[in-house]
């Protein structure tokens, strides 16, 4: 090189940068730089800053199960993004009339993998309980290009169930009434909630129970009794009465 020269130095081209990183622009201690006299070196020292891509990570919450029930969802769901070495990051999705709805975690460096978990806290609405959420990829890689990715977290929502015990009870001479045994059978119309059908034995006329589980808690019950013993000689039966009907089923406990 000439002595005396004042050279500027670029770097036109460089190498490839590692997956999920990028070349920041480089940083030349020198330049330009001039060329020492004969026999002497100058030197330049170029630093080139290799950074981490940084890519979006979506959460998108959607509810399952009975519509009845996914339309009374209004609650906000927490997440947690736990990335190792690559940080931690957290989000909340918030949920209208059990509509699906996301939220996006920026800043989430590209080749991490992460493990999502739903922090526990929204509220189901009354008589359903959440089964545990189901995510369609868990843990989750973020694509070393820096493209986005999506998580799908579902929520199962399933209906709480409780029970509804029948007595059954007779009125009239109690001479006769002993003389009563067999079964009552009972059908109960729960409407959208479905049907269920039970029987009460009855032995000499004594009051007994039956009782009908796995009801879904609120639903509203019509009771009739489909089928009877039969009536001691020289009786009949009247028309039942009920105590309560419909009846609305009731959490167990």
């Known amino acids: 090189l000439p002595v005396g020269a004042s050279c500027a130095v670029t770097e036109p081209?460089?190498?490839a940068a590692p997956a999920g990183y990028d070349w920041d622009a480089p940083v030349i201690a020198t330049s330009p730089v001039v060329i020492p006299a004969q026999g002497g070196t100058a030197t330049v020292t170029v630093t080139n800053p290799l950074k981490r891509l940084n890519s979006a990570l979506t959460i998108t919450k959607a509810i399952s199960g009975a519509a009845a029930g996914v339309a009374q969802v209004n609650a906000s769901f927490a997440f947690k993004l736990d990335c190792g070495a690559d940080?931690?990051?957290?989000?909340?999705v918030a949920v209208v009339n059990g509509a699906t709805a996301s939220s996006v975690v920026s800043g989430v460096p590209a080749g991490a993998s992460c493990t999502v978990t739903e922090t526990p806290g929204a509220t189901a609405p009354q008589g359903y309980t959440w089964d545990t959420p189901?995510?369609?990829k868990?843990?989750?890689v973020v694509p070393a290009t820096?493209?986005?990715v999506t998580v799908l977290a579902?929520?199962?929502l399933k209906r709480s169930l409780g029970s509804l015990t029948l007595t059954?009870?007779?009125a009239g001479p109690a001479d006769a009434l002993q003389k009563?045994?067999?079964k009552f059978v009972f059908a109960l119309n729960c409407g959208a909630d479905g049907s269920f059908t039970t029987e009460v034995q009855v032995s000499n006329g004594a009051a007994a129970t039956a009782t009908v589980k796995d009801l879904p808690v609120g639903a509203s019950c019509q009771v009739a009794e489909t089928d009877s013993a039969a009536a001691p000689a020289g009786f009949g039966w009247a028309a039942p009465l009920y105590e309560t009907n419909p009846v609305v089923v009731l959490g167990d406990g």
């Open 180 to 182: 009563v045994n067999g």
């Open 87 to 92: 940080g931690q990051f957290s989000t909340q």
């Open 134 to 136: 189901v995510f369609d």
């Open 146 to 148: 820096g493209a986005a």
């Open 154 to 156: 579902t929520n199962p």
């Open 13 to 15: 081209g460089r190498a």
């Open 138 to 140: 868990n843990p989750v």
């Open 168 to 170: 059954k009870q007779f």
